[in-house]
Every structure is written in C-alpha cells, then in structure tokens.
C-alpha cells in the first residue's frame, strides 16, 4: 500500500434543483479514521459515492482533493451497505475478486493472511449462503482489505450486525486498517465514538463537528469518555433531526 | 417433487376420459378411448419410434442452434450500446411477425429434409433464449457493478466475472421455454411440409381417419416435450449456482 492520503471534499449538493446540502468543506485526515453521522437521507452515502466516483442522483457542485493532489478515486476501497458478495462465488474467490476483474494473478499469501485474520479459514470454501451474518460482513471486510487502497470507504459496515459481534467487528477493522485513511458512515453514535479520531454530524445545513476521546481507538465500549462521547452525539443528532 | 400426485391426475384424467367414451359411445374416428390409443401405440411401435426419432432429431438440432445463436445475441446486446441500438427494434420486429407464416418460405429455401424444419425451431427459440438472457444481462445488481468500478475493472471482466453469472438463472429460464417451444417449431414445419416425423404422422393419420393413431402421436410428442423439459430443468437448475 502506498502512503494514505488526506482528503478534502468541498462543495454543495442539489437533486433536480432541491439543495440536498449546503456547502460544506469535509477532511479527512490522513490515516485517521473520520465517523460520518447524521439523520437518514441527508446525503451520507452520496458523500460516500461521490468521493469513490460512482453514479449518485444528485448533482455535485464542488471538488474533492488528495493532500498529494493525485486523483482520488482510483486509491479507494468501498465498503457499502450491503456486503455485496457475489452468491455464485466461494468465499475465497469473494475475497480475490479484485484481482480476478483487473486480470491479475492473485495474491495467494495475501489472500491466506487475511482468511486468518478475519477468522474464515474455516469457510473459505464456502458460499455466501452458507455463511452467518457476521461472517458475510467479515467476508466483505476481507475483499475490502484485499484491495490493499490507502483510502477506505464504509458505509454503515456494522449495521446489520448485533452488539457483541459488532463491537469485535470493530476492533478487527480498526487493527487491519491502521494507516489508513478511513471515512465510515454510521447511524451508531457508539461506533463513532469507538473509532473517529474525528466525528462529524451531517444536516442538510452543513457538517458539525464533535471532539471524539483523547484516548487511542479502537477505544473500550465501556469507557467512561466514549460513553459520554456517545450520548453527546446521541443528544446532537435527537436535536438535530427533529 | 413427489411423482405420485402427477401420476394420479393422469390416471383419472384417463379414466375420466374413457368413461366419456364409454357412456356416449361417441365413434372411434371422432374420439377414440385411450385403451383403443394404447393399443394401437404399440402395434404401430416401431413406426412411431422411427417418426419420434426424426422429430427429436429436428428438435435437438432446433435447440442447439437456438440456443447457440441467442447466448450469442444476449451477450453481443449487452456489451454493445451501438448493437442494442441497431438490433433491438428490429428483434422485436420480427417477433411481431408470427413464425408459422415463414414456414413454407423455409421449406422452400431449406428443402424437404430435416433442416427446414431444425430452423424452424430455431426461430421459434431463438427469441425466448435471447430475451430472457439478455434481461438478465441488464439487470445485474448495481451495488455489483459500483463495486467492480471501484476495483477498476475491465467491461469485458465485469461481463464474463459479474454479469453472466448473475444472469445464468434467467438464461436457464429461457432455455427451459425453449425446450417447450421447440417441438411445436418442428412439428409445424413437418406440417408444412415433409415425409417423415411425428407432425407428418398426425397428418397423414389424420386424414385417413385413423385418430387413434392421430392421439397416439401426438400423446408421443407430448411426452416427448415434457421429458426434454424435465432434462433441460435438470441441466439447468445447476446454472443458478454455478462456480466461475
Ligand atoms: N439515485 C438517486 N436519485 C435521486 N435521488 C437520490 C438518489 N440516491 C439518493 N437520492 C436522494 O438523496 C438523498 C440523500 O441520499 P443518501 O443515500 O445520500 O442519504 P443517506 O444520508 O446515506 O441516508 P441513510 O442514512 O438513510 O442511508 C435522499 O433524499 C435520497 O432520496
Ligand atoms: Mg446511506
């Protein structure tokens, strides 16, 4: 992997016209992980799309740049939603998908290191049917690490998942993406608070910024700082949304 | 699928049938009873076996044409907004244009033999294959397609890698359609015109006012068509989860 870079996204949003939202200036600093909060369709996954390059339904006005000013989009990793595992595909050939759609030869060590990691050994010749929740989202965490991009892209990763496999979800994302620069978005004011070393609050008005923890992330679920972190967030975003 | 419920619809469609004939006794050459059909089925076995033969040969040949020349199609038509804009409308046309008014002009050019006949159904295939498959070509997933964006892939990858999988269960669709289709493409073109086969059969059956031998060509043709479909369910039922 190359050196991640910062990134800053600067601009405004309009869908048909109707201002999805007002300018603002979002950065994400480099090798950092950056949360992303904010009420249900006030346009984080456009965010998301736009910074990856991928088709949204809103227009954009505005720029995204890298600190090393080379092009942003072809450094990502995007991580959306919906674990997106191809139902055909065994779970090893989920995770070397990458390098089978560029036409490369994949990378076998890689490929056993992080079935090791994300702790699929066991599955890997396994369909995506065959496999839990938990896994699947591990599965895609995998393929997502695989690509081996300085920039990572989640959209609400953990979402589907219940507290407990969560919270290790957390952790194993956190250990596998240090040094990387990290934008999640989240409707889960503790993951934030678990993970930013920064954390914005989104509203169609512009972004609000929230002082996460001092301490180092993955930061305890139970500590004192992130659980007032996180009803602070959770105070901000009743307020905000309603 | 348990067999025995089928198998018990048949029989009492039978029974109900020869009962019919029975209590009316409506004549031989206007219905005949299906014991009268099963008779002469096996007395004239052979006959009907050399004439399935010739018909299940036009019917494969029919399938494998149709088959080969829609996968063709699809794939060309998904990869290719300039072909999608030049062919659709005019596969569409020819839809519009109903089949069996081509099957003299095919007997004319293709002759006597088998082959008018094969491509009669292929023609009759050819579509059902194409759109089913080529529908499912254009509806891969999006979230699929975003993600092959971001990994940089080639269009040709994201076809042959993404695209085609996701669309193996519609193409095996088609392909069950077209197993259906098929025997009635040949047996129109033997109508048409022809010496031999299960569709010359029931003509010429028919117009000596044999039709218990009528009834048991086409019961022939029949089980024909549904044991070609069971096998392509077979075959294709596979293509859902397919390794790539
Ligand atoms: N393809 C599209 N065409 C038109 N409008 C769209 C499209 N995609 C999203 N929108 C609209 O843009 C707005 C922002 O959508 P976006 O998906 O970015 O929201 P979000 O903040 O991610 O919400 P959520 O938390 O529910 O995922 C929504 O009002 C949505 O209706
Ligand atoms: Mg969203």
New binding site residues.
């Given amino acids: 992997m190359t050196q991640a870079p910062g990134i800053t996204l600067k601009g405004q949003a309009s869908?048909e016209g109707r201002q999805?939202f007002a300018p603002l200036t979002l950065s994400l600093d480099a090798g950092r992980w950056t949360c992303l909060l904010?009420g249900?369709?006030?346009?984080?996954?456009?965010?998301l799309r736009l910074m990856a390059d991928l088709p949204?339904?809103?227009d954009f006005d505005g720029e995204i740049l890298a600190t090393d000013k080379t092009p942003v989009a072809e450094r990502i990793a995007y991580m959306a939603q919906d674990d997106l595992l191809l139902p055909w595909a065994t779970v090893e050939k989920n995770i070397a998908l990458g390098a089978r759609l560029r036409g490369q030869k994949m990378d076998a060590v890689r490929v056993e290191r992080l079935l090791d990691r994300c702790g699929l050994h066991a599955h890997r010749g396994k369909k995506p049917s065959e496999l839990s929740g938990g896994q699947r989202q591990r599965v895609a965490l995998a393929r997502t690490l695989m690509e081996d991009k300085p920039i990572i892209l989640l959209d609400?990763p953990f979402s589907a998942l219940d507290e407990k496999t969560r919270a290790a979800m957390q952790d194993l994302a956190a250990d596998l993406l240090t040094n990387r620069t990290v934008l999640v978005?989240t409707?889960d004011p503790g993951e934030a608070a678990r993970l930013g070393h920064a954390i914005y609050v989104m509203t169609a008005a512009g972004l609000t910024s929230v002082a996460p923890p001092a301490s180092s992330v993955p930061r305890p679920v139970d500590a004192p700082d992130t659980i007032t972190c996180r009803s602070d967030l959770l105070r901000l975003l009743m307020e905000t949304t309603t | 699928m348990k067999l025995w419920p089928p198998i018990a619809a048949t029989v009492f469609a039978l029974c109900v049938w020869q009962a019919v004939v029975t209590l009316t006794g409506v004549q031989k050459f206007i219905l005949p009873s299906p014991t009268l059909v099963a008779e002469t089925w096996w007395l004239n076995r052979w006959l009907i076996a050399e004439h399935t033969l010739i018909t299940l040969n036009e019917i494969l040949i029919g399938l494998v044409i149709g088959i080969s020349l829609g996968v063709v199609t699809a794939l060309t038509l998904a990869s290719s907004k300039t072909a999608r804009t030049l062919l659709a409308p005019m596969l569409v046309f020819t839809q519009a244009l109903p089949v069996f008014a081509l099957a003299p002009i095919l007997t004319l050019w293709l002759g006597y033999g088998i082959w008018s006949k094969a491509a009669m159904a292929v023609l009759i295939t050819y579509f059902p294959v194409t759109s089913a498959f080529f529908d499912g070509l254009m509806r891969t997933p999006s979230g699929y397609l975003d993600l092959a964006k971001t990994m940089q892939a080639s269009p040709r990858r994201v076809l042959w890698y993404i695209r085609v999988p996701a669309a193996l269960p519609n193409l095996g669709a088609g392909v069950r359609l077209a197993a259906v289709y098929a025997p009635i493409g040949a047996v129109i073109g033997e109508w048409v015109g022809s010496s031999k086969g299960l569709g010359y059969l029931m003509l010429l059956a028919n117009g000596r006012a044999k039709t218990d031998l009528m009834f048991a060509a086409m019961l022939t043709l029949g089980v024909l068509s549904v044991l070609l479909y069971v096998l392509m369910a077979k075959l294709t039922r596979r293509l859902g989860d397919r390794e790539t």
């Fill in positions: 869908i999805l904010g249900s369709g006030v346009g984080k996954t456009t965010v949204t339904g809103a609400e978005v409707h």
